[in-house]
C-alpha cells in the first residue's frame, strides 16, 4: 500500500512559479513510476509529467515541456513538480499518483491539491 499527499498548491499570478511536492509513504518498490496529473471541474484528467522511482526517467506532456520540471528526492520519498510561466489555464487540482512497473493504470492517488492562476 502506497500513500501519496501532495502539499504547495496556491494562489499564483500569472507569469509566476509555483513547486508542488508530493509526499509518499508505504513500500515504493523498484521500479514504481510516479506521476503527476491535472483536472479542471467538468474537463478529464489530464497527464502533466512522470518520473521513474528508480531511473529517474521522465516524461512530460507536451504542453508542460519546457515550463514543467519533475524530479525526485530518494531519501525523503518525495517527488516535486517545478511549475514555472504559470497561465491562467494551468489553474486545476493536480494529483499526484504511483503505479506499478508495466502497468497501465496509475493505482494510487493523493487528494490534490488547488492552484489557481490569476491572470
Known amino acids: 500500500q502506497v500513500q501519496l499527499a501532495e502539499s504547495g498548491g496556491g494562489l499564483v499570478q500569472a507569469g509566476g512559479s509555483l513547486r508542488l511536492s508530493c509526499a509518499a509513504s508505504?513500500?515504493?518498490?523498484?521500479?514504481?513510476?510516479m506521476g503527476w496529473f491535472r483536472q479542471v471541474p467538468g474537463l478529464e484528467r489530464e497527464f502533466v509529467a512522470s518520473i521513474a522511482w528508480t531511473t529517474g526517467r521522465t516524461s512530460y506532456a507536451d504542453s508542460m515541456k519546457g515550463r514543467f520540471t519533475i524530479s525526485k528526492e530518494n531519501a525523503k520519498k518525495t517527488v516535486y513538480l517545478q511549475m514555472n510561466s504559470l497561465k491562467s489555464e494551468d489553474t486545476a487540482v493536480y494529483y499526484c499518483?504511483?503505479?506499478?512497473?508495466?502497468?497501465?493504470?496509475?493505482?494510487?492517488w493523493g487528494q490534490g491539491t488547488q492552484v489557481t492562476v490569476s491572470s
Open positions: 508505504g513500500r515504493i518498490f523498484s521500479g514504481y513510476v
Open positions: 499518483a504511483s503505479r506499478s512497473p508495466g502497468a497501465a493504470e496509475y493505482v494510487y
